[in-house]
């Protein structure tokens, strides 16, 4: 009968959002920040090769980080690494220095020349605004390394601020370049997806219309 038939439908309808909630959240994923189009053909290193990066605030309602990626500068003998560092900004008295770590990816190689790095299948939930930095290794006398510079941000809030984090002898402290004529924005891009509790009420959402329509079909 009718009903039996619409039990049917709702039941493969049930079964096709579960197995895209199993899928995970990937076709939900979003750039929330963006700043590889706007390269300033520079790249910066710190002298003594300390953590350094940037501040970012990021756009959107997508906080759990998917992907992330940076384009950095090498000129050296070739085993060259950079290591990757995610903060919330609530360290030090103020509460505004990076400070709870979010992430860390370990030793990742570098290439000769200008390049981008791309970390994928991540899942850091992040807030609206962080610190990402890197600290360099391997670099011998002579050599060079550096994250490229790029302003502004094509996704994301603003700009990020114009000066930079680095961790100096276990402080965190902020400088400008060139006494801030060039803003120290690093060049990067990042994708996330919404956490899982949003993706399931919008799947049950989905599943509650589904349901309605069939009633309504079904009582014609």
């Not at 302003?151 to 965190?172: E, H, Q, R």
């Not at 060049?187 to 509790?197: C, D, K, L, N």
């Not at 049950?204 to 009633?215: E, H, K, N, S, T």
Request: aromatic residues 10%; hydrophobic residues 40%; negative net charge.
């Amino acid at each position: 009968g009718t009903m039996t038939k619409s039990k049917a439908h709702l039941s493969k309808s049930i079964a096709l959002l579960s197995a895209s909630l199993l899928v995970g959240t990937t076709a939900f994923a979003a750039t929330i920040y963006d700043k590889r189009e706007n390269a300033l053909d520079r790249s910066f290193s710190p002298a003594l090769g300390n953590e350094f990066g940037d501040q970012v605030f990021v756009s959107g309602a997508e906080r759990k980080i998917s992907d992330f990626q940076f384009d950095y500068f090498v000129e050296g003998s070739g085993n060259e690494v950079a290591e990757l560092f995610i903060y919330k900004n609530d360290g030090g008295v103020s509460g505004v220095t990076p400070g709870s770590l979010l992430y860390q990816s370990g030793q990742l190689s570098l290439t000769q020349g200008y390049n981008t790095h791309v970390i994928q299948a991540l899942s850091i939930t992040v807030p609206n605004t962080f610190t990402w930095t890197v600290k360099f290794g391997g670099v011998g006398v002579g050599e060079q390394v550096g994250l490229l510079l790029a302003n502004p941000a094509t996704v994301g809030i603003g700009t990020s601020l114009d000066d930079y984090w680095m961790l100096n002898d276990g402080s965190w402290s902020t400088f400008l370049l060139d006494s801030g004529a060039t803003p120290a924005n690093f060049s990067a891009r990042i994708t996330a997806v919404p956490e899982p509790s949003s993706v399931v009420l919008a799947l049950l959402g989905g599943l509650a219309l589904l349901g309605f329509r069939r009633g309504q079909r079904s009582s014609v």
